[in-house]
């Protein structure tokens, strides 16, 4: 069981806009803690998609965007496409536990 | 080009031992915090340990503590994990990492991982 909750699933047709959320608590993401995404492709190392809640590396198109209330964060992937079909996880800090935290990770699937 | 890239997976008994290789290239790395994190199927992703440049300060997982040791050798640009009395649950990809930033540590952090290794198997089975 992850200390940051992710839907196991989501799904959208191309062209449509889906959010992925990710749920701590007052010792992680409610404790002002950063939210941090990565998108992970079959047999593939994740990949950051999202660091610092809402910023974007070099190089991850605009469609993909991060933001972070109370004790949860989310990600929204706008004009889906077939290859944005990917395992996603979001990763925090936990200041009870000292330790870096991942969700357990949602699989999206582009219908 | 800059990248991590992992060695010395494979098949090991319960009880055995392994060391793991991670080979960077293209950038500083004695500038830089490394990670080891790991992921099962059943677990997900976990974060192992971590170490600094200068091996300072080290970050070892409550599950892996007194079995694994973390190390580097910044003349050779290598990470490495060294497993000891190795458990079935043990059995993961483990994968080295680098934060963004120079001299951050990777957690509590505002930049997360943005360079990763190809992963390496670990299985522990007798």
């Known amino acids: 069981q992850s200390v940051l909750t992710q839907p196991p699933s989501v799904s959208g047709a191309p062209g449509q806009r889906v959010t992925i959320s990710c749920t701590g608590s007052?010792?992680?993401?409610?404790?002002?803690?950063?939210v941090h995404w990565y998108l992970q492709l079959p047999g593939t190392a994740p990949k950051l998609l999202i660091y610092?809640?809402?910023n974007r590396p070099s190089g991850v198109p605009d469609r993909f965007s991060g933001s972070k209330s109370g004790t949860s964060a989310s990600l929204a992937i706008t004009g889906l496409q077939a290859e944005d079909e990917a395992d996603y996880y979001c990763?925090?800090?936990?200041?009870?536990?000292?330790?870096?935290?991942f969700g357990g990770g949602t699989k999206l699937t582009v219908l | 080009q800059v990248q991590l890239v992992e060695s010395g997976g494979g098949l090991v008994k319960p009880g055995g031992s392994l060391r793991l290789s991670c080979a960077a290239s293209?950038?500083?790395?004695?500038?830089?915090?490394m990670s080891w994190i790991r992921q099962t199927p059943g677990k997900g992703l976990e974060w192992v340990a971590y170490?600094?440049?200068?091996?300072?300060?080290?970050y070892y997982a409550d599950s892996v503590k007194g079995r694994f040791t973390i190390s580097r050798d910044n003349a050779k640009n290598s990470l490495y994990l060294q497993m000891n009395s190795l458990r079935a649950e043990d059995t993961a990809v483990y994968y080295c990492?680098?934060?963004?930033?120079?001299?951050?540590?990777?957690?509590?952090?505002?930049?997360?991982?943005?360079?990763w290794g190809q992963g390496t198997k670990v299985t522990v089975s007798s």
């Open positions: 990492a680098r934060g963004q930033k120079p001299f951050l540590r990777p957690v509590p952090s505002s930049y997360g991982l943005n360079l």
């Open positions: 293209e950038f500083t790395f004695s500038d830089y915090y």
């Open positions: 170490l600094s440049g200068s091996a300072t300060t080290i």
């Open positions: 007052s010792s992680n993401i409610g404790a002002g803690l950063d």
């Open positions: 610092g809640n809402s």
């Open positions: 990763q925090s800090y936990d200041t009870r536990l000292s330790v870096g935290v």
